[in-house]
């Protein structure tokens, strides 16, 4: 067995880890309009990514975007994961299939249907005008809300699958021992439920909130050219300004960002639930 | 099968390397031809009209090998090195062909190795590549909306035009030449670009992801005027909607696809046949047609009635600017970042 | 005065019906045992007097006030689960207090009393312990402290034994007890153990089927058993099937048994340790079939006709007659006629 998981240990790390390093060698070379790339060992890419506001505010309108989207998303699939985790006999199955279907089409397609509900004659404004509430239609697309709004649905599945596990591994009994106590249900939730589903929202939200740093369709799709994030820019670095250095020092900082902050925010929550 | 150097085994680690190497003689009876060049419509009319019209019937074996522009840029340059390229043809608009010539990835062309050189309108033409079609990029607008025709580049910071200009984020280098001609700068050397999109800016200039939505806002009254190739133009004409185009008076960024063959392709002579192939007149007839792009051949003929609709007269075509190519090139990446900065930011 | 009072209770579940039709009372400070095999709707029974089971019919009574259509958390009942059902996140203290603590009892009061239970239940050193960290039985009585700190109306203990270990079973069962006595606990419990039931009741309540099918004493279920099915499930008993023919009880295989008192008799019920084993002509005839020595007691089965029936004494001393038995030998079965239990059903 080991013979065998020994090679394949090393092709993982391979493939997972030489583009990764080639990238970090590249974000310390210097850029070059001729020649695009020239060897050297210069801070000055991420020297720029972090002193520049006009990469400051995108950083920190990925933050906030994602922020939000977790925080949302974390909101609105505890209630379904609950019900999911404390359902019995054969729906249980199909309805958590179900719940995995859109994980079946690439965040691109679903972000492009998000589109298609929010564009100008997309179905909520046609459906509004339809009832006369409005004439002219609403600004939906190319809006921050449209993005955190697609954004929430792309990742929701992640995070009620995640939770379900970690409630249906919570035993009923426990529920019922706080209500036998005398705990109304929003006091035996916040008492009981939350703190032992903690594992579950603080694995679902790390899942949530990488996936949400590193949007690259959903933000492009529905937050239009005006809004930047990140993963685009990323992107815009490499395949339009050719700046692979600076492309590769901006990957790096989101990638540090993120680390950072995923670490920090599960080690506060974990002390918080400690203490109380 | 045959043993594979070490240096043959690094230049196939590109996919259209590994197919290259199904190709080589001791494997294959055909000759192969790997191309360069986008998708979509354009691929399509190169596959009919060029790969299946000329090339098949003369025993090549066309594959297309599909990508945006500047990844295709990024391939000839850094592949130069190589002993053996991934491409025998490459397509890229005259700007990003510059840069690769500028690093010498590209074959002298002449007369001597593609027949059909001296055929070439001669403003464009160019000693390491062949021009495939060209047009400019012009004022297009809804001809029901804009009530005056507009005749100078001023009439996009014309503020009864509020929050009906529209610009696409792909052409930020036209826009932005656009830009400093309006404000007294010129295409050598983008003066005072900057000042025109702020302008856009202030005017609430609504900023496009693609090509695609472009067209759709001008469709849906979104945006009333923009920056786009006349080719454009004329194709959404014909879908219907009301539109015309202008060469302003300060004149107009031209826009000019053209082809060129790798100094290390695999199969050098199959990518000196495709360059000939292209200033073949059917083949720009065909585009013409179908795209709305102009020959670059003299002896391509359009008919008459397409002549009026996409052509340039000569005083227009003499309008034409004539970009610094080597400065676009050194600054294209601090004007994008200027363009963001000031749009985005 | 009656704590708690189930009134015409029924439970459906679909078409199946859990618990039909029941009633039941509960004076204060009694300790009455649901008694009854598996699956017979003890726990339903439970659950609805807690509130986490909606009867479809009838009423639950605490103190004489209807709570039938109370929540859980507004019912002073203290439900002691069959898993414990400890809170993992909160030490053995906070499990404790957590009851005063939604009761809104200040922090200091709560404290005093969470650690006055927990000395009663002798686990006063593993207060800031996590259950995790506690073994079986300690967890159990972690789980009464959390019931029984905060005085409840009526105490629910479900099957509390059936986690432990049989020595520790036993050393639980009169600790229960005792706290219950000196606490004066309303308390009902559920077991499926007949032995537990009988050794800790005021009173017994015995279900099958969702039914009770006879309430009172142990003694009255012991000794006057309502039917068979009552006779053989508390305590032990020989059920014997036949009819009373022409002055005596015959069984199915013959034999003759003395005793007609009730003329419609179906069953013929003994219990084991009321029959004596005599020299089989001064008693009804049989075999002994095998002889199970249980240390101080021995079990003797014997063969009436077809008939197997047990028989239990004191084990003989070396020198008794008794001691000389071995399987085959002819013996005579004898008893007191007045123990003999005929039924109907
Ligand atoms: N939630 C439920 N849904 C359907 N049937 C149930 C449910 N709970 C219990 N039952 C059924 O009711 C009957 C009584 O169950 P229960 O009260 O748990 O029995 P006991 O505790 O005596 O073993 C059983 O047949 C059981 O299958
Ligand atoms: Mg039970």
Sequence with gaps: MAKLVLPAGLLVLALLGVPMLLMLRYSFNSFDPLYLMKEAFTFGNYARAVVDPYYQKILLTTVAVALASTLLTTLLAYGPAYWLARMEGRWKSKLTILTMFPLLVGGVVRSAGYMALLSSDGLINATLRGLGLITVPLQLLYTPGAVVFATVGIVLPYMILTLASVIESIPRQVEDAAANLGARPGTAFIRVLMPLSLPGVLAGSTLVFILCMNAYATPLLLGGPQFQMMAPAVYDQFARASNWPFGAALAFLLLVVTVALTTLGSSVIARRYKAG | ?345 | MKSLELVNIRKEYGDAVAVDDMNMTIRKGELVSLLGPSGCGKTTTLRMVAGFVAPSAGSVLIDGRDVTHRPPYERNTALVFQSYALFPHMSVAQNVAFGLEMRRMPRAEREAKSLEALRRVRLDHLAERYPRQLSGGQQQRVALARGLVLNPDVFLLDEPLSNLDAKLRAEVRSEIRGLQQALELTTLMVTHDQEEALTMSDGLVLMAGGRVRQSGSAQDLYERPADAFVADFVGRSNVLEGRVEGGSFRMKDGTALPGTAVPTARYYTLRPEKIALTSPDQGVPGTLREVLYLGAQTEYTVLLGTTPVTVIRATPGPDDTLARLRPGDPVGLRWNSADARLLDS
């Design chain 2, 1 to 345: 099968m045959t043993k594979l150097s070490r240096r043959q085994f690094l230049a196939t680690t590109s996919a259209a390397g590994a197919s290259a190497l199904l190709a080589s003689p001791a494997l294959a009876q055909s000759k192969e031809l790997v191309v360069g060049t986008w998708g979509g419509t354009f691929g399509d009319l190169l596959k009919a009209n060029v790969d299946e019209a000329l090339l098949v019937p003369q025993g090549y074996d066309v594959l297309q090998e599909i990508s945006g522009p500047v990844p295709r840029r990024t391939k000839l340059i850094t592949e130069r090195m190589q002993r053996r390229g991934s491409m025998d043809a490459a397509l890229l608009a005259d700007f990003d062909m510059h840069a690769a010539a500028r690093v010498g990835a590209l074959e002298t062309l002449d007369a001597g190795n593609v027949p059909n050189y001296d055929t070439i309108l001669p403003f464009l033409k160019k000693k390491t590549s062949v021009p495939l079609i060209y047009s400019a990029h012009v004022i297009v607008y809804r001809k029901d909306l804009v009530k005056t025709p507009p005749t100078s580049v001023q009439a996009l910071w014309d503020p009864a035009y509020k929050g009906k200009i529209g610009l696409s984020d792909f052409l930020y280098t036209s826009n932005m030449a656009y830009a400093a001609v309006a404000n007294g700068g010129t295409v050598d050397n983008y003066a005072n670009a900057e000042k025109g999109v702020e302008g856009w800016k202030a005017l609430e200039a609504k900023l496009l992801p693609s090509t695609e939505a472009v067209g759709q806002a001008l469709a849906s009254g979104d945006i009333w005027l923009t920056i786009i190739s006349a080719a454009r133009g004329y194709s959404w004409q014909k879908s219907g909607i009301d539109l015309a185009w202008c060469v302003p008076e300060e004149g107009a960024f031209p826009a000019v696809y053209e082809a060129g063959v790798p100094k290390n392709a695999r199969h050098p002579e199959a990518g000196l046949a495709y360059m000939n192939a292209l200033l073949t007149p059917d083949a720009q007839v065909a585009f013409a047609e179908k795209m709305g792009y102009l020959p670059t051949v003299k002896s391509a003929k359009i008919s008459p009635e397409l002549e009026a609709r996409i052509g340039f007269s000569e005083a227009e075509q003499n309008r034409l600017w004539t970009p610094d190519l080597d400065f676009i090139m050194e600054n294209q990446a601090g004007l994008l970042d200027t363009w963001n900065r000031i749009l985005k930011g």
